[in-house]
């Protein structure tokens, strides 16, 4: 297990991406209690810090506040589980037309190295960067379609979806086939609308179907397992 905490952290978006990781790569498990006292010890920072950056992170889907108990990182139901995907598969068919009506040269040259650096992580065992990369790849295309309202929403939506993936996807290790990110490049290429927001359609329910139906409990982690001093 790479400990990450060898990377100096001295701001908030330090804490939030360290923090994010742990999760996207399933080391801190859906429902484990962030204290911030726990969580200022083990990055060395002030609790004014840890709070600002569990408040960003609330805000992101990935951690529920609950009064007079603090912070957890957040544990979708089931139903919620199905709902993200469901939503996605609502909004990113669109927006991967919007994509392919408007793509220029450059942004097909940005899709491709998303997709060479998510090769690189994986080649590398870096699970949860892959897994950020792949998500990120979703989020260039809105950006590309110029849907900024929509890229705002998804951006909470695909953070959501790691958390799915820990909970409730029957590969634990699930991330977008690459071939469907290819398509999907080949069919923005080709400005071919159509294509493009059928591929989408196709990628995000081919994800829906990986969720397990079976709900099952998983253990809370210590922090201090996964951020080991
Ligand atoms: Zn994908």
Redesign the pocket.
């Known amino acids: 297990m790479p400990n990450i905490v060898s990377t100096p952290v001295n701001t908030v978006e330090d804490i939030v991406n360290q923090l994010t990781e742990a999760v996207h790569e399933h080391r801190i498990q859906p429902g484990t209690r962030l204290r911030e006292d726990e969580v200022g010890d083990i990055f060395g920072v002030s609790r004014t810090l840890v709070r600002q950056a569990l408040r960003s992170m609330a805000h992101d889907g990935l951690v529920t506040i609950e009064r007079n108990r603090g912070a957890f990182v957040a544990r979708p139901t089931l139903r919620e589980a199905r709902e993200v995907f469901q939503t996605r598969v609502l909004l990113e068919p669109q927006t991967a037309r919007a994509a392919a009506e408007a793509a220029t040269a450059r942004d097909m040259k940005v899709l491709e190295r998303h997709i060479a650096l998510e090769h690189e992580a994986l080649d590398r065992g870096e699970a949860g960067l892959a897994l950020k990369l ?1 998500g990120e ?2 989020l260039e295309i809105a950006r590309i379609a110029d849907q900024k309202i929509i890229e705002d929403f998804l951006h909470q939506l695909i953070s959501r979806s790691s958390l799915v993936i820990a909970l409730y996807w029957r590969r634990r290790t699930a991330l ?2 690459s071939n ?2 290819h398509e999907l490049i080949e069919a923005l290429r080709a400005q071919d609308a159509d294509r493009a927001e059928d591929l989408m359609k196709d ?2 329910l081919d ?1 829906l179907t990986q969720l397990d139906l079976s709900d099952r409990p998983t253990a809370p982690t210590s922090l201090h397992d996964v951020f080991p001093s």
């Open positions: 792949s790849f979703h977008c086939e469907a990110h990628h995000l994800l």
